[in-house]
Nanobody, 129 residues
């Protein structure tokens, strides 16, 4: 069982650079891949970024490439999402999720929310213009 708690959201001005954190409770956290997803009002949940258990694979959705960076600190059982150059369309509830991926998993598969078993409650990010 993995419990995840997100933090770092809030009201941010356009162009801002908040950092989201996802803290896990599981002893075996270092074996899990972690993904960030978001859901805006009236829209479906979409992938943002994901990172493999050792950081060797990092997946970014097109909307995140060049602006967001995902990283992890297994000793602290924490995954970070550094966001920069925020836009109004980044406004959403941001969720982190964890899953075990096989060694042969393709990078794009890390962006598939259906592969994730454990989810946090989410943190709201609101970008004001």
């Amino acid at each position: 069982q993995v419990q995840l708690v997100e933090s770092g959201g809030g009201l941010v001005q356009a162009g801002g650079s908040p950092r989201l954190s996802c803290v896990a409770s599981a002893r075996s956290f270092s074996t899990y891949a972690v993904g960030w997803f978001r859901q805006a009002p009236g829209k479906e949940r979409e992938s943002v970024a994901a990172i493999s258990w050792n950081g060797g694979i990092r997946y970014y959705a097109d909307s995140a490439k060049g602006r967001f960076a995902i990283s992890r600190d297994n000793a602290q059982k924490t995954v970070y999402l550094q966001m920069t150059s925020l836009k109004a369309e980044d406004t959403a509830v941001y969720f982190c999720a964890a899953a075990l991926f096989g060694l042969q998993s393709l990078p794009n598969s890390y962006g598939d929310s259906r592969k994730y078993d454990y989810w946090g409650q989410g943190t709201q990010v609101t970008v004001s213009s």
